[in-house]
């Protein structure tokens, strides 16, 4: 009896990150419309979704170029082009360590040819640092470590899985952010739809 109570504790307090994590990156959403089938996403005030392209002739010291999981991304709001065909997304949120974002993202490609394999439509993505709802996104999932990967599922919810990037962590995720809610309900899904 003391395990089902501990269970039922449990999937409450992940009901009730869910609502605030989704509540927190619908934020900037407008209101009075219809709810819509986007992934959550501030969009950009300049128009622009592309990734920073180099100039010839700058002068920037030659490092290691960083490691990309998929597509580049300067903003979250390009998803809802980028992958308006797809279920969920993997974004990843590299940190300073190229070996540990490299892994990560290997990680990542395992996840995704298995879903992908279910007949489910999944994509890599990375969301560049000065994407501006990079910070927002980190505070309202709790990353403490980077690299961290962030799943988001159509019009469902997200989950993050940082430190110990693993396919079976990763998966789970996926069931997670993927997962359709009757206002958070759904044990590990958040949703919108409740204030």
């Known amino acids: ?105 290997g990680q990542v490609e395992e996840a995704l040819k298995k879903i992908s394999a279910t007949g489910a439509r999944v994509a890599a993505f990375t969301l560049q640092d000065e994407a501006p709802e990079r910070a927002r996104l980190i505070e309202a999932l709790s990353i403490e470590t980077l690299p961290s990967i962030v799943v988001i599922g159509r019009g469902s919810g997200a989950a993050a899985v940082s430190g110990e990037i693993t396919e079976g962590r990763l998966l789970g995720a996926y069931v997670q952010a993927s997962t359709p809610s009757s206002c958070g309900v759904t044990p590990g899904a958040s949703s919108g739809c409740c204030p």
């Not at 622009?48 to 392209?53: E, F, K, R, S």
């Not at 490092?63 to 279920?87: F, H, I, M, R, Y």
Request: glycine share 8%.
């Open 1 to 105: 009896m003391r395990k089902v109570k501990v269970a039922v504790l449990a999937i409450v307090l992940l009901v009730a990150v869910g609502l605030t994590v989704r509540s927190s990156l619908l934020s900037g959403a407008p209101s009075g419309g219809a709810p819509t089938q986007q992934f959550a996403a501030a969009p950009r005030t300049d128009g622009t979704d592309a990734a920073p392209t180099s100039s010839a002739g700058s002068e920037q010291p030659h490092e290691a170029p960083p490691v990309v999981c998929g597509t580049a991304l300067n903003s979250l709001s390009a998803l809802n082009e980028v992958a308006a065909d797809k279920d969920a997304v993997f974004i990843l949120l590299p940190g300073k360590s190229q070996d540990a974002a490299k892994q990560a993202s």
